[in-house]
């Protein structure tokens, strides 16, 4: 079952916290695959060479399907699993959080540990922001050309989405749909055309 939405980060960017002297640095990017968290993950250790722990989450997939957390020499649950925990929650996909911490010299505690790590990933995405992504079903209107500035006006009036414009011998428009709409537009579509345009649905996509 695919989401019908999902939210992730808005920005690369980092936030800062001090809990108990040690300093936490929270950096969160977007990731559109596993292989860019890593290399984000990798990139934020260099950047921090002399920090005691680099500990990461991220979540790949409109559904999930991939899910990392690495406690980075902090106990173990207490960082990567807490940091994972509020992403899901926050129902953050394609995105990877990584928690820089420089050791204060006063130990936290499980629990701490827990809430420190859970907690600043909660602040950077309150700070940087998330956008939400909906699932839409593309579809291709194809229309006479003596039609299609009409068909591509009313659509804009009423809040359709053109993905994309082809001319050939006739004029193909790709708008993209939630799944719902699909009926109410094909009904619409033939009133307006007078039955002339037909209606091709393809593949899904996620657009905000």
Known sequence: MKADQYATVAREGVHESEINRSRFLCALAPAATEREAQDFVARIRREHPTASHHCFAYVIGADASVQ???????????????????????????????VTRYYGGVKLGAGGLIRAYGGVVGEALDTLGTVTRR???L???TVDHQRAGKVQNDLRSTGRTVVDLRYGAAVEIEVALPEADLPAFGAWLADSTAGSATLTLGGETYAP
Do not use: F, H, N
């Open 139 to 141: 579809a291709t209107v």
């Open 68 to 98: 990392r957390a690495s406690d980075d020499g902090e106990p173990g649950g207490t960082a990567g699993v807490p940091m994972l925990q509020m992403l899901m929650r926050r129902d953050v996909r394609y995105a990877v959080a990584v």
């Open 135 to 137: 699932r839409y079903r």
